[in-house]
């Protein structure tokens, strides 16, 4: 089976953020954690258009649409955001990955999917990797997953890389079955050697 890492489309969509800077201090402190939030309480976000970049100082030359997507980046941390059609259509998959995190855009319900399955798959001897003095894991150039870990898991998150998300092709299916708006994915290859 294919794997894939899934990301917003910011190609074509805004990303959303919190309009409290304590909220998005509160979700980096848990959300690469494997365990659930133990209290959630829905918070307001807002889309972050060109106007917040200019507010900001940053100039954004895109056109992008200001339309919703079903799936979303939040404040350009790799953290998805996901619409409520979206949740209807995968829920499935989200149910097992992890946790949805109500908050509220334009007096809609959206969710931040909280993936607290981790698992043990990056293949570090196939994998192209840059490492830090110490020998702790900088970053990956090129990821390599091992197929005897990741078989049979739909969505899942991989210890010691942060919030990036990983997908099979039974989710990338589902996703466009569903006509689902904002999902890109990039394909990551397996190690077939079963260990």
């Known amino acids: ?3 894939y890492i899934i990301e917003p489309d910011l190609e074509n969509y805004y990303p ?10 509160m979700i980096l402190e848990h959300i690469d954690e494997p365990t659930k939030f133990a209290t959630w309480q829905p918070i307001i976000v807002e889309i972050l258009s060109e ?3 200019e507010e900001n ?3 954004n030359e895109t056109s992008k649409t200001e339309a919703l997507a079903d799936l979303m980046d939040f404040n350009a941390t790799f953290i998805n955001v996901i619409s409520e059609r979206g949740k209807q259509h995968l829920s499935n998959f ?7 995190l109500p908050v509220i855009l334009n007096s809609e ?15 570090l001897n196939k994998s192209e990797v840059e490492r830090f003095s110490s020998g702790r894991l900088m970053r990956v150039i090129k990821y390599v997953l091992k ?12 210890i010691g890389v942060k919030r990036l998300v ?6 990338v299916h589902a996703v466009k079955e569903g006509g689902l708006l904002g999902f890109k994915f990039v394909p990551v290859e397996i190690n077939k050697v079963r260990v």
């Open 1 to 3: 089976m294919n794997y």
């Open 16 to 25: 959303v953020g919190p309009q409290n800077n304590d909220d998005l201090h």
């Open 51 to 53: 106007d917040n970049d």
């Open 57 to 59: 100082g940053r100039s």
């Open 94 to 100: 989200f149910n097992e990955s992890g946790e949805l």
């Open 109 to 123: 319900r959206y969710y931040i999917h909280h993936v607290t399955k981790v698992l043990d798959a990056l293949d």
């Open 147 to 158: 197929e005897n870990i990741v078989d049979n898991h739909d969505i899942f998150r991989l």
């Open 166 to 171: 990983f997908a099979s092709e039974r989710f």
